[in-house]
């Protein structure tokens, strides 16, 4: 560029120009070529926006012409983005400009305003061709004119070929006349001498109107001819066309036409477009010959939609003249409409409200007029729709309530039609995310669970396992599982088991006694990790299971070591009498609890035998003289787990009908300890001398006893202290040997020939009430003697006895007889043998058994 100082000047005041119209739309301009940056304007400040809202608003341009244009939401201002040639934007029209569109959201607002562009002297004027040919008869007379074709500047206005000059000859000057166009002509100042100069040649130069010139030359080559007085003379000065554009190639545009007065060579007139630009020498072409103008080149109304030419007719002899043609060109519809994504909220939260904005969109059609009208539309299906904002605007708008656990994602397609015809169409699809928010709970797959475990379970083990399903997504659908505090027996429910918080798998923590806990709840909590976190709970019961790992408690006979206990046998049992009674527990439950009795070792195996599930000794036979004095039955109590545990003990019996008839129990041995005996009779026969009186003494003393008291079982103590109970023999459901609620202790002394029963928590409802007992006439209490033994009952009890040697009368009934207050009296008639008795009442009593002499 060789532009002057002033020029630039200029520039600078016009880039920051703003005009106003009276549509109230902002006019900026701008000069071409302006540096990439320049400001052309303030547009926040024109348009009255806050510069520290337009970012939040999404501030932006629009339109074709936003690739020349850029605006800085920072400051607001309006920037070029890109190089701008006037020339190539605008090609030769006097008014070049940029339609642009403002767009703002929030509320969205759309704002119009133009940017001119400003022409600088960037182009230099020039000449189609190298050289100008003229062929000048020598009889052509002073005066005569010559047309020159115009020199081309692509600069328009003041910029524009403004003036041309011819270099000093003495036949020719330059007439240039303006009438709106400038037309310039070579006059013959004086007449040619062919003889003298037969070429001349003359330099013309092309100036314009910028303040530092530009100018072009171009040689005009004047050959010197006899005489050729006609010009080509056009039918018309100007042609006009119009051109659809979708016109194919060859297509005849117009046919232009000149005459020539002159004949022969001097009237054969050829055809040439002239002061052209490149790009329509590219488009048409003409015949030389006949003046058709035929289409070369496909054209597009959306580029270019008006073409101005010259066409010059030349005679034989190289005079000439020029018509202008001018081509219209006709839209058609082409351009299918474009669609924009101006904004869109992407993901939508699920819990937007109906009507809210989640887009916009603008739709483009190249094409004019109603070719260029364009209807939206939304497919169906879809909780959404569009609405019309301003001119060529949509609102995506939600319609309904969005739940991403039914539908995650959307593909929504928008289709755009125009007005043409025939009319054409575009679609574009949209994905649109629903984003999760936390509004669904963990759901238990079940409504309770249930857990099953064997008692002596290791620590650690697997009980069952929970599930919740949360349909929400990634932390919203992370389930944690913890336990809810709570207690089991006194205990907190931790000590007890625990739960894996990721897979819901509930383990063990301790090893389980189902002679302790049967069955225990736990409450379970599965909480996703949203904000704030959602739960639900679930119950899940853990029942235990029994396992065979307790082996029968024989509580009567009382185990060896601990006493030493004798029963005595009536000399004249019958078969079948009941002679004694193995008392056994076990602390487990079910068919571990059924316990079996057996004989496994006798003195005597065909005297005695026992109930296989009563445990109860009796006879098979009637007793004989020849039976051993003494008997020892070894019992075998064994339960029915798998495998069965089992348990025995040893039953010393003494087939007698008083103790008189026994030297000393203390001195009996029996077969398992002959070893021991031998040893005692030792002794005994070296002491006998010593203590023969003192023995004698002894059995008057036991004799004299004998008629002044009753007889009973044992000389020694029998003793089933609580101590040997198992510390939990209980079976709520009955299936066991005692019930939970029996808790006692029995004490027999046959030395001090007293009996202590002590009962304690009976609670069956099935027992005999004390009302229901026998009962016997008061007179039967005379001649009898007594003795008075405490007893502590609550409900009813059954309990079996084996009471021997009783010198009362034979037994026939047990009656209450009397009740006075709290005791109860009940008379022994007629009997040897006490075997079984009911006693029932709701409160303590004083049970007196009256014995007869």
């Not at 600078?12 to 304007?41: D, K, N, P, R």
């Not at 010197?224 to 297509?251: G, I, R």
């Amino acid at each position: 560029m060789s532009d002057g100082g002033g020029l630039w000047i200029y520039y600078l005041f016009s880039v920051c120009h703003v005009w106003t119209v009276a549509a109230a739309q902002i006019v900026y301009s701008v000069t071409e070529e302006s540096s990439t940056g320049s400001t052309v304007g303030n547009l926040a400040k024109d348009l009255h926006l806050d510069v520290h809202e337009l970012q939040n608003r999404g501030f932006q341009i629009s339109g074709p012409n936003t690739k020349y244009l850029e605006v800085n939401v920072k400051t607001g201002l309006l920037l070029v983005k890109d190089r701008i040639d006037r020339e190539e934007l605008c090609a030769r029209n006097a008014k070049c400009s940029l339609e642009v569109e403002a767009i703002v959201n929030d509320p969205l607002n759309l704002y119009r305003f133009e940017v001119k562009i400003l022409d600088i002297n960037d182009n230099t004027p020039s000449f189609r061709i190298p050289q100008i040919v003229l062929n000048v008869s020598e009889l052509a007379f002073s005066g005569e004119r010559f047309a020159l074709p115009n020199a081309f500047d692509a600069d328009v206005g003041m910029y524009s070929v403004k003036s041309y000059k011819l270099s000093p000859n003495e036949h020719f000057s330059l007439d240039v006349q303006n009438n709106g166009e400038p037309t310039m002509f070579l006059v013959l100042d004086n007449t040619l001498d062919r003889e003298k100069d037969k070429n001349i040649n003359l330099l013309l130069t092309a100036l314009d109107g910028g303040s530092s010139q530009r100018s072009g030359t171009v040689v005009i080559h004047v050959t010197v001819l006899d005489a050729n007085d006609n010009a080509p003379v056009f039918s018309q000065s100007v042609y006009k066309a119009s051109l659809p554009e979708n016109s194919p190639l060859d297509t005849l545009v117009i046919t232009v036409s000149a005459t020539d007065a002159d004949e022969g060579i001097n009237g054969d007139i050829t055809y040439d477009l002239d002061h052209m630009f490149d790009d329509e020498i590219k488009v048409f072409t003409i015949n030389p010959k006949t003046g058709e103008i035929r289409l070369k080149e496909a054209i597009d109304f959306e580029q270019h939609n008006l073409y101005e030419m010259k066409v010059e007719a030349k005679d034989g002899l190289g005079l000439t003249s020029y018509a202008k043609v001018m081509i219209d060109i006709k839209d058609v519809n082409d351009n299918a409409p474009v669609i924009h994504v101006k904004s869109l909220t992407n993901p939508i939260p699920e819990n937007v409200s109906p009507g809210t904005e989640v887009g916009i969109i603008n739709v483009q059609d190249r094409d004019s007029e109603k070719n260029r009208q364009v209807r939206c539309s939304l497919q169906q299906g879809v909780p959404f729709k569009l609405v019309p904002s301003i001119k060529n605007y949509y609102s995506v708008v939600s319609t309904g309530q969005l739940d991403r656990e039914v539908v995650s994602d959307y593909n929504i397609t928008i289709t755009a039609t125009d007005e043409g015809s025939p009319p054409l169409s575009s679609s574009k699809s949209l994905h649109l995310s629903v984003a999760d928010i936390n509004d669904n709970p963990p759901v238990f797959e079940e409504e309770s669970y249930s857990a099953y475990v064997s008692e002596n379970n290791k620590a650690g083990s697997t009980l069952c396992s929970v599930t919740a399903r949360d349909p929400d997504w990634r932390q919203n659908g992370t389930v944690i599982y913890s336990l809810l505090a709570a207690e089991v027996n006194g205990a907190p429910v931790s000590s007890y088991v625990s739960v894996n918080g990721d897979t819901g798998v509930i383990h063990a923590v301790r090893s389980f006694d189902y002679e302790q806990l049967r069955s225990f709840k736990v409450q379970l909590m599965a909480r996703d990790n949203g904000s704030p976190p959602l739960s639900s709970n679930v119950s899940v019961s853990v029942f235990i299971s029994d396992v065979n790992d307790n082996p029968p408690q024989i509580l009567y006979p009382a185990p060896e070591g601990n006493s030493f206990m004798t029963e005595l046998v009536p000399k004249a049992a019958h078969g079948g009498s009941l002679v004694s009674k193995v008392i056994a527990v076990d602390a487990d439950s079910g068919q571990n609890a059924w316990l079996s009795y057996q004989i496994v070792k006798s003195t005597d195996p065909g005297l005695f035998t026992i109930g296989v599930h009563s445990g109860e000794i009796r006879t098979q036979r009637d007793i004989s003289e020849t039976d051993s004095m003494k008997q020892t039955l070894i019992v075998s109590v064994k339960d029915n787990g798998q495998p069965s545990l089992s348990a025995t003990c040893s039953m010393y019996l003494l087939i007698s009908d008083n103790l008189a008839e026994v030297p000393e129990l203390k001195d009996i041995s029996y077969d398992e300890k002959n070893s021991k005996l031998t040893s005692y009779l030792i002794i005994a026969l070296v002491s006998v001398s010593t203590f023969f009186l003192t023995f004698i003494i002894i059995i008057l003393g036991v004799r004299f006893c004998r008629r002044r008291k009753p007889r009973l079982l044992f000389d020694g103590a029998v003793t089933i202290p609580g101590a040997y109970l198992p510390p939990n023999y209980a079976d709520v459901d009955g299936t066991g040997t005692l019930r939970s609620t029996y808790n006692y202790d029995a004490y027999l002394t046959t030395g001090s020939r007293t009996s202590d029963f002590k009962f304690v928590s009976s609670y069956n409802d099935n027992t005999l009430p004390a009302e229901q007992t026998l009962r016997k006439s008061p007179s039967d209490f005379s001649k009898t003697s007594y003795f008075t033994q405490d007893t502590h009952l609550n409900f009813g009890f059954l309990f079996h006895a084996a009471l021997n040697d009783i010198t009362c009368p034979h037994l026939k009934n047990l009656q209450n007889i009397n009740r006075h207050k709290k005791n109860i009296y009940i008379y022994c008639d007629q009997a040897k043998r006490f075997s079984e008795f009911i006693v029932g009442n709701g409160s303590s009593i004083t049970f007196i058994i009256l014995v007869g002499e």
